[in-house]
């Protein structure tokens, strides 16, 4: 063999040994690490990330950092857990906590469910009970038309928008917006109009109201019937929109003359929650009237168990608990699992599941205080049954 064609081969088997060590290197770059062993001392689980722009560094193994990993039930949840923390205490101050929320595991096969759970890809944020409904509310308006003949609707909400349906569901986005005027209006083909508006409480409130109305055959004579949801016992004020009031909760009532009135009541219940409601009335047959009645909903209906979504929680130095959940995260905010693999038991004797992740959120404390998380990268671990 010349020399020539030798350092041929020489170059190729040296190109050939380089991308196997190259792939080696990668293969195992990209490899999840599993959970800390206790007997060989070696750093696995890490988490980094920029709070408020300060770096946050956790390392289990390293100063008395640990991982700890568990599982608990929540009715029909699952909660599978990670902790960066101190070795000897679990939720004390500068610790680091992932969380998953599921189904509980005596339903199916656990390793199964397990991957599933920690499927590669990204994940939603849970928020707590409350939250959404706090954020966003939605109104289904019913119209109350009597007398009016194939009416028109314009409906105006209160928040700048308007509808011209006849039973409307209206989303009130704006979280700072707890009390709005509604006004519906109405013409009919023989050109009856109608105006008739009302204040809604758009904030969580334990009390509500309607009431109905039947004038008798011929007479100006009015019953009433009022509605009330909250704790009896309920006040009753009574305005029937001719300078005549009652206190009583179903009264009837004598108009002077026919035409139409506008008539309020406002209820309070036992525990001092107040609300009122307007409605037109016709004294007479051959009036047309229309009124409208509301239900208020949580916006937009959601998974109530939240199935699969994720929840942060930092305890700084000084003991205040940041968590992700107290608000709904803001457009940018995500989080990814990159890789998982089943592991050993815990020092508990559960089995255990390692994954690698990355994320961006924002964190809140009970006094509406927040830490922007950036740039975090972890790789961690759950615990289950």
């Not at 599993?34 to 300060?54: H, V």
Request: aromatic fraction near 12%.
């Amino acid at each position: 063999m010349d020399r020539y064609r030798f350092k041929e081969i020489f170059h190729l088997m040296s190109r050939t040994l380089l991308g196997i060590v190259l792939a080696v290197f990668f293969l195992k770059a990209c490899e999840i690490r599993p959970l800390p062993n206790a007997e060989d001392g070696e750093i696995r689980f890490e988490l980094s990330a920029r709070a408020n722009n300060e770096k946050l560094e956790k390392k289990a193994g390293l100063n008395g950092q640990f991982l700890h990993t568990g599982f608990a039930k929540a009715e029909d949840l699952g909660i599978f857990w990670g902790e960066f923390g101190q070795e000897a205490c679990i939720d004390c101050p500068d610790a680091f906590e992932i969380r998953f929320r599921d189904l509980e595991l005596d339903v199916m096969a656990d390793a199964v469910h397990m991957d599933s759970l920690l499927k590669i890809g990204e994940r939603k944020f849970f928020v707590a009970a409350g939250v959404e409904g706090r954020r966003k509310k939605k109104v289904s308006f019913t119209n109350e038309n009597r007398g009016s003949v194939n009416p028109t609707y314009s409906w105006d909400f209160g928040d700048g928008t308007i509808s011209n349906l006849a039973n409307p569901v209206h989303v009130y986005n704006d979280p700072d917006l707890n009390q709005v005027r509604v006004c519906l209006e109405s013409i009919d083909e023989n050109g009856c109009k109608t105006l008739i508006c009302n204040d809604i409480m758009l904030e969580d409130s334990t009390c509500s109201l309607n009431f109905t109305h039947s004038l008798n055959p011929n007479s100006t004579y009015v019953e009433f019937e009022a509605f009330p949801v909250g704790i009896p016992p309920f006040e009753y004020r009574w305005d029937f929109g001719d300078g005549g009031v009652a206190t009583l909760g179903n009264p009837g009532y004598f108009y002077p003359e026919v035409g139409e009135y506008e008539a309020c009541l406002t209820v309070t219940d036992a525990l001092g929650c107040s609300t009122r409601l307007c409605k037109n009335i016709a004294v007479d047959p051959n009036l047309c009237e229309n009124n409208f009645a509301y239900q208020i909903g949580s916006s937009p209906s959601k998974d109530l168990l939240q199935l699969g979504r994720i929840e942060l929680t930092y305890i700084s130095p000084d003991g205040s608990i940041f968590s992700s959940s107290r608000e709904e995260q803001p457009g940018n905010a995500h989080f990814e699992i990159l890789d998982r693999e089943p592991y050993q038991k815990n020092a508990s004797g559960l089995n255990t599941y390692a994954f690698a992740c990355r994320f961006s959120c924002t964190l809140w404390d009970e006094d509406g205080n927040s830490i922007e998380i950036t740039d975090g990268e972890s790789t961690s671990a759950v615990a289950y049954p």
